[in-house]
C-alpha cells in the first residue's frame, strides 16, 4: 500500500501581515483541499501594530491550519519569542525554538534553525554560531544510519546556492547568505531546504548530494527561497508541495535524480566544499563509549579496559553519540554527571537513580549521547532503550512490584525515561501492562507533573515528594542505594552479556 504523502505549505517573510496570511491559506485549502502544515521562515513579526497579533494570541482569531515559526532575526522581535526550547504562541501557531529536529507523527523530520549569522562573541539571543551549527551537525549526522533530513527551515539563503545553478535574480549569492548555512545544508542534505529575508523568489534546479561515479546515489536538494508576505510586486511567497516521509519510502525511488539536476554549489569542481573555512567542532571528550568501574565484583568483559581505567582508550565504536551545545547535567562524558547515581550502562544507554527519588529504586534511562527526546534517537539507541525497559519491567516483577515510565519533552534538553512521541512537545505515559498514554503540551505545562500524579494519595500517597528537591539525601546516602541496586539488578544486567 503506497503512503499518503503530506501536503504542506511554505512561506516567507510574514512581517505581521498574519490577516494576508491566513485569509490567503483559507483560499488555496478551499480550493485545493487541506494541508497539513504551513511552515513560516524568516520573519514572522514586523513593524505592525501589535493589534493584529493581540487577536490571534487572544484567540479572537485562530490560524487555519498548525503552523511552525522560526524565531527572531533582530532585537526588535525578540520579546514575541520566550526561551530556546520553543512554545505555543498562539493556537495552531508554534514557535519550533533556537535550533533542533521537529520529528512529526507521520515520520516527517524537520531541522530548524533560527536567527541570523553571528561571528562575534556574545552571539545576540537573535543569531547563531559556528559552535550552534557545529552542535546541530553534530547531534544529526554521527550515527552511520543518517541519510538526510525531510526539510532544513533556515532564515538566511546559503551563501554560494546559486553556483551551478539557474539565476538568483537580484540576490548575488557569491556576496550574500550565511555560509554557516551552507555548511549545515551540506552535512544535512535536506530533501528540500526554505529560507527568506532577501524578499525575493528564487526556486533553485534540485542539485546533487553525492558525487558522480563516486559515491553511491543519494537524494537531491531542491532550495527555495520565498519573498515577503503581501509585497506589492506579487513575488510568490507561499510555495505548496506534497512529500512522503524519506523513511517511508523505498530507497530506489528516494534517490531517483530529477532530470535538470545539477552539481552541489557548495562544492568546487563536483568534488570539493566551497564554502571556505571549516567550522571548528566544539571540544569533545576524546572517546565515544564510557565504561566506568561501577562495581569491581561486577566482572565486565571489557578486553578494552584495565582494572583502574574509567573511560576505555580503545572503543569498539569509532563513532561518537551526539554532543551537548553546551553543560547538560545528563550526558555521561559532562564533568555535571553526578556519576556515584550511574548504576548500569550499555553501549548506547545508561541507568541512573533518580536525584531525590519518589523510592529507593526510582531510575532513569538515559541515552549516553545528547538527545533531547525519544522522537530524535536513532535505531541502535532505541533498540537498547526498549531493551532496558523490557528487563526493568521484569526486574521489578520479579520483586513483586509495579512499574510506570513517564517523559516530558518540555523544556529538557536531554532524554529522561523515568521508571517508578512526535509533533511539539509532549508528555508520554507507558504503563507495565502495555497501555501508552500521549498528550501534545500547549502551553503552561506543570513540570512536575509525573511526580505530581505518582506521588498523590491515590497512588504512592507521598506527597510531600512531589518536588524531587524537597527530598534530597546525602551523597553517602545516595552511594548506598546505587550499590544496593546495582546488586540487585545484576542477575538482570544484559549488558555482562558478550
Excluded at 562524558?333 to 541512573?352: D, F, Q, R
Aim: net charge positive; glycine share 6%.
Amino acid at each position: 500500500m503506497a503512503e499518503k504523502p503530506l501536503r504542506v505549505l511554505a512561506c516567507g517573510d510574514v512581517e505581521g501581515k498574519f490577516d494576508i496570511l491566513f485569509n490567503r491559506v483559507r483560499a488555496i485549502q478551499k480550493k485545493s483541499g487541506n494541508f497539513d502544515l504551513l511552515l513560516c521562515v524568516g520573519n514572522f513579526f514586523g513593524c505592525t501594530p501589535d493589534s493584529e497579533w493581540e487577536e490571534y494570541k487572544n484567540g479572537i482569531k485562530k490560524a487555519p491550519i498548525q503552523t511552525y515559526v522560526l524565531g527572531a532575526n533582530n532585537q526588535e522581535t525578540l520579546k514575541y519569542f520566550q526561551g530556546a526550547d520553543g512554545c505555543e504562541l498562539a493556537e495552531n501557531i508554534t514557535y519550533l525554538g533556537r535550533k533542533g529536529l521537529f520529528t512529526g507523527s507521520s515520520g516527517l523530520q524537520i531541522v530548524y534553525l533560527s536567527g541570523t549569522e553571528s561571528l562575534n562573541e556574545p552571539v545576540p539571543d537573535y543569531s547563531f554560531s559556528p559552535k550552534d551549527v557545529s552542535s546541530l551537525r553534530t547531534m544529526l549526522c554521527s550515527t552511520s544510519q543518517f541519510k538526510g533530513v525531510d526539510i532544513l527551515l533556515t532564515s538566511p539563503w546559503p551563501k554560494y546556492v546559486g553556483n551551478f545553478g539557474n539565476s538568483s535574480g537580484e540576490v548575488d549569492t557569491k556576496k550574500y547568505g550565511s555560509a554557516l548555512i551552507s555548511n549545515l545544508a551540506t552535512g544535512l542534505k535536506p530533501r528540500y531546504h526554505f529560507a527568506a529575508l532577501e524578499k525575493s523568489y528564487y526556486e533553485r534546479l534540485p542539485y546533487r548530494n553525492h558525487i558522480v561515479l563516486q559515491e553511491n546515489a543519494q537524494h537531491a536538494t531542491r532550495f527555495i527561497a520565498l519573498a515577503n508576505v503581501g509585497n506589492p510586486e506579487k513575488k510568490k511567497y507561499l510555495y505548496a508541495f506534497s512529500i512522503i516521509p524519506m523513511k517511508l519510502m523505498d530507497a530506489a525511488e528516494l534517490v531517483k535524480q530529477p532530470p535538470d539536476v545539477t552539481e552541489n554549489p557548495y562544492r568546487k569542481s563536483g568534488k570539493e566544499p566551497s564554502i571556505g573555512k571549516q567550522i571548528p567542532a566544539p571540544a569533545e571528550e576524546p572517546a565515544c563509549q564510557f565504561f566506568f568501574d561501577l562495581n569491581e565484583k561486577q566482572g565486565r568483559k571489557r578486553s578494552s579496559m584495565s582494572k583502574d581505567s574509567k573511560v576505555s582508550s580503545q572503543p569498539k565504536h569509532p563513532r561518537k553519540p551526539p554532543q551537548p551545545p553546551g553543560p547538560c547535567w545528563f550526558c555521561l562524558a559532562s564533568p555535571e554527571v553526578e556519576k556515584h547515581l550511574v548504576v548500569n550502562i550499555g553501549t548506547h544507554c545508561y541507568l541512573a537513580l533518580a536525584k531525590g527519588g519518589l523510592s529507593d529504586d526510582h531510575v532513569l534511562i538515559l541515552p549516553i549521547g545528547h538527545y533531547q527526546s525519544v522522537v530524535e534517537l536513532s535505531v541502535e539507541v532505541m533498540e537498547e532503550v526498549e531493551k532496558y525497559k523490557a528487563t526493568l519491567r521484569h526486574f521489578f516483577k520479579s520483586r513483586g512490584k509495579r512499574c510506570v515510565l513517564f517523559e516530558r519533552n518540555y523544556k529538557s534538553h536531554h532524554l529522561q525515561l523515568q521508571i517508578v512521541q512526535p509533533g511539539a512537545v509532549y508528555f508520554y505515559v507507558e504503563l507495565d501492562t502495555g497501555e501508552k498514554l500521549f498528550h501534545r503540551i500547549k502551553r503552561n505545562f506543570p513540570l512536575q507533573f509525573g511526580r505530581e500524579v505518582l506521588a498523590s494519595e491515590a497512588i504512592l500517597n507521598i506527597p510531600d515528594k512531589s518536588d524531587w528537591r524537597q527530598c534530597q539525601i546525602s551523597k553517602e546516602e545516595e552511594e548506598i542505594l546505587a550499590r544496593r541496586f546495582r546488586k540487585n539488578f545484576e542477575p538482570f544486567d544484559f549488558t555482562l552479556d558478550d
